[in-house]
């Protein structure tokens, strides 16, 4: 066997490799999604599928398995950070041999193909258009779920991909809490809330403006620019493609105010975390930099669309420099008023544009027909009329078209099935981090103030710093003092419609 100096210098070289590809490819997806002309891209996806199996190649080679098992079977020795770089590795490569490499390579190329079938999909309002597309994906998650984990229902091996160690027992728990407790109270706000003021959000808001501020956004919030871009996309995303370099995008419309604001400050949230993961004195430059798991990614996300870009105090700061940019728009409007509609609680037909509290119902929606899909005890034709009819359940809107309704989303054309949920679970991570944030920062003052750093600085002490060297379970254990508790996110969500609509 080796001995663990020789795997360590090793490991320095195949890991430059993976980040060289990781680099590449990196960068091919974002110019995919931004600048790419249309006849490039089937070309595109095709070297894309080619690096991806070469990286792949080098995930399952026996090379890093001896490097691996090396460090594994020297844990007394190694460091905390190789250890945990080695069982993730392990675990990769465990589930990633089970995949014939032809397969693999089929399936990142059907990946990159159906994402922008889809784009034009959902521009031409023809479902039929992507349905081929997202009935092959499917049938690449089921055959992935049976070969890598064959013991799971294959959604919940699709699950943990994303958030390891959840199931669906748990989430239809964790859904039945938070619609036990959203339902009544959207309900009680459609009968007896205020009327709330929203003429003005539909006025005209010139794109360069808007875009001025977001990138005012992103700084206040401490997104470093010299580490970082921001470009325009059709939905929002954001991509870590190496050390010093993140790159978000946000997508402005015209005629709405706040869509582009809250969706840059969104990604700004996700970009964060992994600016801070990457310079991290504990996990920088490892392939530990970087976030541990989608539903701890959209805590962050959501902590600052939300928690701040949401918040009244935050508004008391920012709204003056808003009106500044809009002035003629903006004349009759007081902070009040704005803080009022930014936070509109009314059941709509689009994820993205949804407000705080009927959000997890969106989620709901995508989590029941994710089960059926990968159940197969549904057909791909039958969705766009399974997704009317919950949407007309749950929310009590039914979508005019499938634009508006099933083809709304670009996850299920990238592959991304078990992803959803992560949303909402970031929602719930995010109100219990903030209770306990709370508890030794004046938050309100801050946000008052427009001075976001100490903020910055608490997640990046509780959080980001850590990138995966902490399991999600046990990192918000460790700041919060207990497990994952929806309690947070339904009282967090009813103490503040209360005082926007009561
Ligand atoms: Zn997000």
């Known amino acids: 066997m080796m001995k663990l100096e020789q795997a360590r210098e090793q490991f320095k070289t195949i890991a430059a490799r993976l980040k060289a590809y990781q680099y590449v490819l990196g960068l091919a997806n974002w110019d995919m999604s931004t600048l790419a002309p249309p006849k490039g891209k089937q070309a595109a996806a095709k070297a894309i599928g080619v690096l991806s199996g070469e990286r792949f190649a080098i995930t399952v080679s026996p090379e890093l398995r001896e490097v691996v098992e090396t460090i594994l079977a020297n844990k007394d020795e190694a460091t905390r950070v190789e250890v945990r770089e080695a069982e993730l590795l392990y675990e990769d490569m465990e589930k990633l041999e089970k995949i014939p490499k032809e397969e693999y390579q089929e399936y990142s190329e059907l990946q990159s193909t159906s994402m922008f079938v889809w784009e034009d999909a959902k521009e031409q309002n023809d479902f039929d258009m992507f349905a081929p597309y997202l009935e092959k994906i499917l049938y690449f998650s089921r055959r992935f779920a049976k070969l890598t984990k064959p013991d799971m229902h294959p959604y919940n091996a699709c699950l943990d991909d994303y958030e390891k160690g959840v199931t669906m027992t748990e989430l239809d728990a964790f859904f039945g809490a938070v619609r036990e407790k959203t339902v009544p109270l959207v309900e009680r706000i459609a009968k007896d809330g205020r009327a709330i003021r929203d003429d003005f959000m539909l006025r005209t808001y010139p794109v360069d403006k808007q875009e001025e501020i977001s990138r005012r956004l992103l700084e206040l919030i401490g997104f470093d620019m010299k580490a970082g871009v921001m470009a325009a996309s059709e939905h929002p995303f954001t991509n870590e493609i190496t050390t010093g370099d993140v790159r978000l995008t946000t997508h402005f419309y015209e005629n709405m105010l706040t869509s582009a604001m809250l969706s840059t400050v969104h990604e700004g949230g996700h970009g964060l975390y992994e600016q801070h993961a990457q310079l991290s004195p504990v996990v920088g430059g490892t392939t530990l930099a970087t976030g541990v798991s989608m539903g701890i990614h959209e805590s962050q996300s959501r902590?600052?669309?939300?928690?701040?870009?949401?918040?009244?105090?935050?508004?008391?700061?920012?709204?003056?420099?808003?009106?500044?940019?809009?002035?003629?728009?903006?004349?009759?409007?007081?902070?009040?008023?704005?803080?009022?509609?930014?936070?509109?609680?009314?059941?709509?037909?689009?994820?993205?544009?949804?407000?705080?509290?009927?959000?997890?119902?969106?989620?709901?929606?995508?989590?029941?027909?994710?089960?059926?899909?990968?159940?197969?005890?549904?057909?791909?034709?039958?969705?766009?009329?399974?997704?009317?009819?919950?949407?007309?359940?749950?929310?009590?809107?039914?979508?005019?078209?499938?634009?508006?309704?099933?083809?709304?989303?670009?996850?299920?054309?990238?592959?991304?099935?078990?992803?959803?949920?992560?949303?909402?679970?970031?929602?719930?991570?995010?109100?219990?981090?903030?209770?306990?944030?709370?508890?030794?920062?004046?938050?309100?003052?801050?946000?008052?103030?427009?001075?976001?750093?100490?903020?910055?600085?608490?997640?990046?002490?509780?959080?980001?710093?850590?990138?995966?060297?902490?399991?999600?379970?046990?990192?918000?254990?460790?700041?919060?003092?207990?497990?994952?508790?929806?309690?947070?996110?339904?009282?967090?969500?009813?103490?503040?419609?209360?005082k926007v609509y009561f």
């Open 303 to 498: 902590f600052y669309e939300n928690s701040i870009g949401r918040s009244l105090p935050f508004w008391e700061y920012f709204f003056p420099i808003l009106k500044d940019a809009y002035p003629q728009q903006l004349a009759d409007v007081t902070l009040e008023e704005f803080y009022r509609a930014i936070n509109i609680a009314k059941p709509g037909l689009i994820r993205i544009e949804a407000d705080e509290l009927t959000y997890n119902l969106h989620i709901m929606v995508r989590y029941e027909l994710e089960k059926l899909l990968l159940e197969g005890s549904v057909a791909v034709k039958d969705l766009p009329r399974l997704w009317n009819e919950k949407y007309e359940a749950y929310l009590g809107v039914t979508p005019p078209d499938n634009a508006r309704g099933v083809l709304q989303d670009v996850h299920w054309s990238g592959g991304m099935l078990g992803y959803f949920p992560s949303y909402a679970l970031g929602n719930a991570y995010a109100a219990q981090m903030f209770a306990t944030m709370r508890k030794t920062l004046d938050f309100d003052g801050l946000c008052r103030k427009g001075d976001l750093a100490p903020i910055g600085a608490w997640l990046n002490e509780n959080v980001h710093q850590y990138g995966c060297l902490k399991k999600p379970g046990e990192l918000i254990v460790d700041i919060t003092g207990e497990s994952l508790n929806p309690q947070y996110l339904t009282d967090y969500l009813q103490d503040k419609f209360e």
